[in-house]
């Protein structure tokens, strides 16, 4: 059974920084590729940011400048830095792994960016 663990969530106020981790229970190179979705309060998901096997990465308009995913192989996790936060921001953030065949996700971290 794989499991994705997020962490690193939080109150920020406007304008700071949170890291989020993801934490898989087997190699991440496992993954097709690996990648962060929130959902807003009344919104649907959407996705944040991904990162490919090979190290590709894509993010969300929204998000570019300001978020930058990374994996690191050794520790099996994946992680989301997020600068210069607006309340925009606010939500639940997910990891999301796919294997090609499979699609997992773990339980969620709540993000709030309010002063």
């Known amino acids: 059974q794989v499991q994705l663990v997020e962490s690193g969530g939080g109150l920020v106020q406007p304008g700071g920084s949170l890291r989020l981790s993801c934490a898989a229970s087997i190699s991440i190179d496992s993954f097709y590729a690996m990648g962060w979705y929130r959902q807003a309060p009344g919104k649907q998901r959407e996705l944040v940011a991904t990162i490919s096997r090979g190290g590709m990465t894509h993010s969300t308009d929204s998000v570019k400048g300001r978020f930058t995913i990374s994996g690191d192989n050794a520790k099996n996790t994946v992680s989301l830095q997020m600068n210069s936060l607006k309340p925009e921001d606010t939500a639940v953030y997910y990891c999301?792994?796919?294997?090609?065949?499979?699609?997992?996700w773990g339980p969620g971290t709540q993000v709030t960016v309010s002063s």
């Open positions: 999301n792994a796919f294997t090609g065949a499979y699609e997992y």
